[in-house]
Nanobody
Framework: VQLQASGGGLVQNGGSLRLSCAASGVTLDAYAIGWVRQAPGKEREGVLCISRDGYSTYYTDSVKGRFTISRDNGKNTVYLQMNNLKPEDTANYYC????????????????????RGQGTQVTVSS
């Protein structure tokens, strides 16, 4: 199982990025997929999650109204659209999921994920 996040980069305050989470060895549409971020010196935090049924759950209030999550099951990919980016969004972002009977549902506890991908760095300049 491999997850690979991509799409990060350096953007100015107010800019946009779309992150992609592509998978191999697993069919993502069977699971809830979460996006988690970690900034240097800070704790890991769950940002947003999409359940197997397509429902979004926000875990970070500061991204509401700016970030959205979606999935394209045909491409086995989950996206994180980030608009109006702010310097405090600077972090390494990765996607993750958990298996088992809870795998279809989102979790607020990022330590519960069983698989996580390589992250992609997002840097927002002020």
């Amino acid at each position: 199982v491999q997850l690979q996040a991509s799409g990060g980069g350096l953007v100015q305050n107010g800019g946009s990025l779309r992150l992609s989470c592509a998978a191999s060895g697993v069919t993502l549409d069977a699971y809830a997929i979460g996006w988690v971020r970690q900034a240097p010196g800070k704790e890991r935090e769950g940002v947003l999650c999409i359940s197997r049924d397509g429902y979004s759950t926000y875990y970070t209030d500061s991204v509401k109204g700016r970030f959205t999550i979606s999935r394209d099951n045909g491409k086995n990919t989950v996206y994180l659209q980030m608009n109006n980016l702010k310097p405090e969004d600077t972090a390494n972002y990765y996607c993750a999921f958990r298996v088992g009977h809870t795998g279809a549902h989102c979790t607020s506890d990022s330590t519960e994920y069983d698989y996580r991908g390589q992250g992609t760095q997002v840097t927002v300049s002020s």
